[in-house]
């Protein structure tokens, strides 16, 4: 589904991101994970054509970002680490804007809109002003924004950022169901207590070069041969990377 191909990015003489290869499967859920600064964010960035490419390219679906970056756009849903709501808008008015940025009609934004109502608790908050909301709830609105227009690939950046624990297992209960429907999800999070409760794959960036990426159950398995904890190894795998 998402292919990074000897992709670069530069700012200057420093190199955030450094010539990494990646393939992630259709319909995997992929814990994208590293220390600060070791290139995270600037990839999802690229990935969501928020930052132009230094080098290489990313493959989505069979299309290229340099070539065809708008089709990619219309089949990806993107959560950023802090939502990003208007505050005189509704919940539900914030939904049919983001609706008709896709070019859906009315009609289709308010059926996936009761769906949405239903699988995220959102309740009647959708009809208050987004100016009330908890961190939490901001969150779903901003999923249920994500997942209007039925895309094949979802990208989440420090998804569980702030949320408390009622809103933190329905998301990552929706997550799962999704990826298991076979929408893609590449995650990025610093929480591995996460990844390890629901990913499939996991991909470990440091220094801005990729030094893991398999399944989950190869992780695991390292972990358990070398007997640590999940934390334990991740130090030791990024700490063995740092020159």
């Known amino acids: 589904m998402i292919q990074f191909k000897d ?5 200057g003489s420093f190199t955030a991101v450094n ?14 994970l590293g220390p ?8 999802i ?11 290489g390219d990313i493959v989505v679906d069979g299309m290229s970002i340099l070539m065809e970056p708008q089709k990619i756009k219309m089949i990806t849903g993107y959560i950023p680490d802090q939502p990003y709501l208007y505050d005189r808008l509704t919940g539900k008015e914030f939904l049919f804007f983001c609706g ?3 070019g859906l009609d009315k009609k289709s934004v308010k059926l996936r809109i009761e769906e949405m109502i239903e ?18 709830m901001k969150q779903r609105v901003t999923i249920a924004s994500a997942f209007l227009h039925h895309p094949r690939l979802i990208i989440l950046d420090e998804p569980m950022v702030g949320l408390d624990p009622q809103s933190a297992v329905l998301v990552k209960q929706f997550l799962k169901r999704k990826s298991e429907e076979g ?38 398995s390292m972990k358990n041969e070398l007997s640590h904890n999940f934390e334990t190894l991740f130090i030791e795998l990024t700490s063995e990377n740092q020159n």
């Open 7 to 11: 992709l670069t990015k530069k700012f």
């Open 19 to 32: 010539s990494i290869d990646l393939h992630i499967r259709k319909g995997a859920l992929y814990g994208f």
């Open 36 to 43: 600060n600064g070791a290139g995270k964010s600037t990839t």
């Open 45 to 55: 960035k690229m990935l969501t054509g928020i930052y132009s490419l230094s080098g």
């Open 100 to 102: 008709g940025l896709f």
């Open 119 to 136: 699988t995220l608790k959102l309740g009647d908050w959708l009809n208050k002003r987004t100016e009330e909301y908890s961190q939490g």
């Open 183 to 220: 929408i893609t999800v590449f995650m990025s999070t610093h929480s591995l207590n996460v990844v390890e409760e629901i990913c499939t794959d996991v991909g470990i960036i440091n220094k801005g070069k990729i030094i893991f990426s398999g399944g989950l159950d190869e992780l695991l």
